[in-house]
């Protein structure tokens, strides 16, 4: 087959960890004899030093006429200024607001040969396979106002968190049809004892629930998410919760893996079917930053990009067994004892961004 895959490096360690999702995707090209042509372009801190702007219009016109999109990471000190008009920031925001990217899937996986890695202990953490689901595109990233300004009290600032009924129906629907194709349970986080969004969120959680009597819905408080995710991670199947939520409990969900740099995502626009590709325009991202302080040393770990690109293949391009090769590489690679740095705790062959890359590549 013949694709078109926009890439976005962005900025720190981001052209590096893409770098090696690159060299994956051709040996998948040789192996299965595909044809993906790669258009390389601009966002974030990159872009404004160069174009003035965290998505330049080439890079949004660019997406639009790919079948995909692979993002490495964006922002770092250099663009930290709180009172800048522009931050790198805003090109992936305004990419998922352009695209309609509303479902972020974010897969937690405890590898057998990484169990060691991880600062949990390791009896914890048999068993662990969940998807998070994050809603995208609104909540306090988006709700209007959202401002600072100056009183003769002093300095003030306001985010609104905003949802309606229409947004929280699509995200929860995604749970629970993800849901159907795994265990069967879905847990829907909120802060309903507080925020009148989060209550909105559960009584349209419980309606929906009614299409879906196979699987089984669990309601539970942000806080008590976050314990439960290092206390009984196993329990876990399904997550959905809105955009802040999700961003902060998937962070903590990858010290279970044993790091940030071995978590993909997948940002999407429609349903994800099992039986056929989706059909419109899909990101796909490790969810790690731009690391700066590690950047061109040659030390990041390229995994969580490489199994992004595995999700593109089967999610995007329904090639469901070239993703599979890429998941049995890595799995491989790591039970073969190599290692980056990050995750190298429990002994190993440590290898820097390339070299694993090369191994990954060359199982495949």
């Not at 300004?149 to 947004?167: A, I």
């Not at 902060?248 to 997948?266: C, F, N, Q, R």
Request: charged share 25%; with cysteine; hydrophobic share 40%.
């Amino acid at each position: 087959m013949r694709a078109s895959i926009a890439i976005l490096g962005g900025d720190g360690i981001g052209p590096e960890v893409v770098a090696e999702s690159i060299k994956v995707l051709d040996a998948i090209s040789t192996k299965f004899n595909h044809d993906f042509d790669l258009k390389n372009e601009m966002i974030g801190g990159c872009a404004i030093d160069k174009f003035g702007s965290a998505l330049p219009d080439q890079t949004l016109e660019a997406c639009n006429n790919s079948d995909a999109i692979i993002l490495g990471a964006v922002g770092g000190p250099k663009w930290d200024d709180p009172s800048a008009k522009t931050r790198p920031e805003d090109g992936i925001l305004a990419v998922r607001k352009s695209l309609g990217l509303f479902a972020n899937l974010r897969p937690v996986k405890v590898y057998p040969a990484l169990i060691n890695s991880s600062p949990i202990k390791p009896d914890l953490l048999k068993g662990v396979d969940m998807m998070v689901l994050r809603e995208l595109t609104g909540g306090l990233y988006f709700g209007k106002p959202k401002k600072r300004w100056n009183t003769s009290r002093g300095r003030r600032g306001v985010d609104t968190l905003k949802y309606t009924e229409n947004e929280i129906e699509r995200i929860l629907r995604v749970g629970f049809e993800l849901a159907l194709n795994r265990r069967k349970k879905l847990t829907s986080v909120d802060k309903q004892n507080v925020l009148e969004s989060s209550r909105l969120w559960r009584e349209i959680a419980v309606e929906l629930s009614a299409e879906y009597p196979e699987v089984e819905l669990e309601h539970i408080l942000v806080d008590n998410a976050a314990m439960q995710l290092i206390r009984n991670p196993a329990s876990f199947d399904v997550i959905v919760s809105e955009n802040t939520f999700g961003d902060i409990l998937t962070d903590e969900a990858s010290v279970l893996s044993g790091s940030m740099g071995m978590l993909p995502s997948a940002s999407l626009a429609e349903l994800p079917n099992n039986k056929s590709k989706i059909t419109k325009l899909s990101l796909y991202e490790p969810i790690h930053g731009s690391a700066p302080d590690i950047a061109g040393q040659g030390i990041a770990n390229p995994i969580g990009s490489i199994l992004s690109t595995a999700m593109m293949l089967r999610l995007s391009f329904g090639l469901y067994e070239e993703a599979e090769a890429i998941e049995k590489a890595v799995d491989s690679a790591l039970a073969e004892g190599y290692r980056t740095a990050d995750i190298s705790s429990d002994g190993g062959t440590v290898v820097n961004t390339t070299k694993m890359g090369d191994v990954i590549s060359g199982i495949i």
